[in-house]
């Protein structure tokens, strides 16, 4: 019997090749995406499109309203302002969503349950843990130890690219064969990639690191 896994699936970059590598190591997979007030709300249309195209199941959970008690982010409120440059500023810190990862892997978690997944796999990277305490491993260990007993059936949490690089990620997709123009990963929701904001950046020295181009449509490049 084939192993069942959900993945928490945000459209972007990372979770777009999570999301092939499952299926790329046989597994079958269940997507799901939230809906929880992002500014960058278009990267759900990528991922309703993708898994449409792919046959995957997927769910949208429409968590907005619990936007009061994730409050104070620059992902999710019009009046603070999106950082730009690199990834390492102490401004990023305007990108934290409290508690976000928790309450999405909980979700997740409830879902697999349901399908009877043995894990469920979500897309945090090393360039994450300099910002964002939930894509740390120590985050990761604890909530996998957590869901490992939280329900009769235990389902694992997993990060498969906890230790990798954008520049491995974007490795790993192009020895797939992907094509990264069905991603958004901008932290705005505008037309086209801002090109600025500190997830562009980021974004495009992966792309750079690889001598490829980039088949988004950028405003500009930082």
Known sequence: MTDTVVVIYSGGMDSFTLLHKARADGLNVHAISFNYGQRHVRELDCAQEVCQRLAVPHKVIDIRAMSDVMAGSALTSETIDVPEGDYQEGSMKSTVVPNRNMILLALATGYAVTVEASAV????????????????????????????????????????FMHFTKGDILALGLQLKLDYSHTWTCYNGRSNACGRCSSCVERLQAFAEHQQQDPVAYEAHY
Do not use: L, T
């Not at 843990?129 to 329900?151: G, L, Q, T, W």
């Open 121 to 160: 796999w979500f897309g945090a990277h090393g360039g994450d843990h300099a910002i964002y305490p939930d894509c740390r491993p120590e985050f990761v260990e604890k909530m996998n130890a957590v869901c490992k007993v939280s329900n009769y059936q235990p389902v694992a949490v997993e990060a498969p």
